[in-house]
């Protein structure tokens, strides 16, 4: 069994910071590509940033120049350090995590609100 367990959302006014983090635990074999996803009320889970194994990132348009994706692989965390809030941001974020070795399986955290104020 693999666990994934977020923490670091809240509210913050618009313009201002937060860092997610999101550590696995359990029977992990080999974490691959992890990510973060968030789901705004109505609409659709979106994705936000991956980083894999050997750090190299990506970001969905909406975030790019303003979050920031790390992974600290001796601690199985990834972070999401999101700065310049806006009240568009506000939604669920869910970590995921790619484990495996010849067989990859997907595995997602709770969430974590993060609402920002305007």
């Known amino acids: 069994q693999v666990q994934l367990v977020e923490s670091g959302g809240g509210l913050v006014q618009a313009g201002g910071s937060l860092r997610l983090s999101c550590a696995a635990s359990?029977?992990?074999?080999?974490?691959?590509?992890m990510g973060w996803y968030r789901q705004a009320p109505g609409k659709q889970r979106e994705w936000v940033a991956t980083i894999a194994r050997g750090g190299s990132t990506e970001y969905a348009e909406s975030v790019k120049g303003r979050f920031t994706i790390s992974r600290d692989n001796t601690k199985n965390t990834v972070y999401l350090k999101m700065n310049s809030l806006k009240p568009e941001d506000t939604a669920v974020y869910y970590c995921?995590?790619?484990?495996?070795?010849?067989?990859?399986?997907?595995?997602w955290g709770q969430g974590t609100q993060v609402t920002v104020s305007s």
């Open positions: 359990g029977s992990i074999s080999r974490i691959n590509d």
């Open positions: 995921n995590a790619r484990i495996g070795y010849y067989t990859e399986n997907d595995y």
